[in-house]
């Protein structure tokens, strides 16, 4: 990510996890994990609560003990302290800082508390990604929850990490700190580093992320780019003059899957029907088609895919 980054030609995967499992009690969290994060990917842990995905991330960090299996990175296995560990930046729990202090002395504070100098901590590169602008000099008790949250991975970010390792990032956030938190991630890719990061929000992943993997009861379920997972599930959205007969039409016809009312129109995921026999269907039954717009969203295919898991 910058000059004295470790980072080296030839280096390993930033993260490799093989046959990994965590059991908690009778409750198994992660289920034989095989999965590899290639250097520079923005990857995104999929998944609904309850997945597994925090605790893959406190095992790739050294806070957590696998049950079996190993994590690695950068060709290193896993251990608690490991010396490793300096090329990651992590933020897994809500950020918490002093908040009688500025958001800066509380980035400075952090650092030397690690016995570090400022001069190598990349403080200045940090705040570009975070853009505070001056309320890096304001007290943090005056910050809200988007920049709490800009703030701790600006602190992450402190030492210039190859990887990013973030949990559920945008949970918590309005709209507006959402996609403040989603250019910060893209800047950080953009720099050189590879991120790691869990959601269960799935357009904010679409968005963002360049891979993922979806979990479901600590089992990978899928994995691949985000145009790969997508071109899984094909679904349209409709504008009709008439939605209660289109969807009276729509429910007869063969291959049709799931479909939804999205006001002012509606969606419906594509089987073994083309786009073209649906529509010349609504027509020739009498309902006026205005807008026909075919997606391909992680949505649908995350639907689909933990379907087919429970069957």
């Not at 080296?8 to 009690?25: E, N, W, Y």
């Not at 960090?61 to 302290?81: D, I, M, N, Y």
């Not at 897994?92 to 009688?100: D, G, W």
């Not at 429910?251 to 073209?276: F, H, N």
Request: proline share 3%; with cysteine; hydrophobic share 45%.
């Amino acid at each position: 990510m910058n000059e004295g980054s470790l980072l080296t030609a030839g280096d390993s995967a930033p993260i490799r996890f093989t046959r990994l499992s965590k059991r908690f009690g009778e409750t198994l969290a992660v289920d034989g994990l095989a999965l590899t994060v290639e250097r520079g990917q923005v990857f995104g842990l999929l998944g609904p609560n309850g997945a597994g995905k925090t605790t893959v991330l406190r095992i790739l960090l050294g806070l957590v003990h696998p049950t079996a299996g190993e994590a690695w990175l950068f060709g290193e296995r896993v251990r608690s302290g490991h010396p490793m560990l300096r090329r990651v930046g992590a933020l897994i729990e809500r950020p918490a800082f002093v908040p009688h202090l500025s958001g800066l002395a509380n980035l400075e504070f952090y650092w030397r508390a690690g016995g570090q100098e400022i001069s190598d901590s990349h403080i200045d590169e940090a705040l570009d990604l975070a853009r505070l602008g001056n309320a890096i000099h304001r007290k943090v008790r005056t910050y809200s929850t988007g920049m709490l949250q800009r703030l701790g991975i600006a602190q992450a970010l402190l030492g210039g990490p190859d990887l990013l390792v973030l949990d559920e990032p945008t949970v918590g956030l309005d709209p507006e700190e959402m996609r403040e938190i989603r250019n910060l991630v893209r800047d950080v890719a953009t720099r050189g580093a590879t991120v790691f990061l869990s959601s269960h929000i799935l357009a904010e992943v679409e968005q963002v992320c360049t891979h993922a993997a979806v979990l479901d009861r600590g089992h990978l379920v899928a994995v691949g780019s985000i145009s790969d997972l997508t071109g899984s599930a094909d679904s349209v959205y409709l504008e009709v003059d008439d939605a209660e007969k289109a969807i009276h039409v729509l429910e007869g016809i063969a291959g049709v899957g799931r479909l939804v009312r999205e006001t002012p129109g509606l969606s419906l995921e594509l089987g073994r029907v083309e786009r073209k026999a649906v529509v010349a269907a609504l027509v020739q039954a009498g309902v006026g088609v205005e807008t026909v717009t075919s997606r391909h969203r992680l949505e649908d295919a995350f639907l689909q895919m933990l379907e087919a898991e429970e069957r």
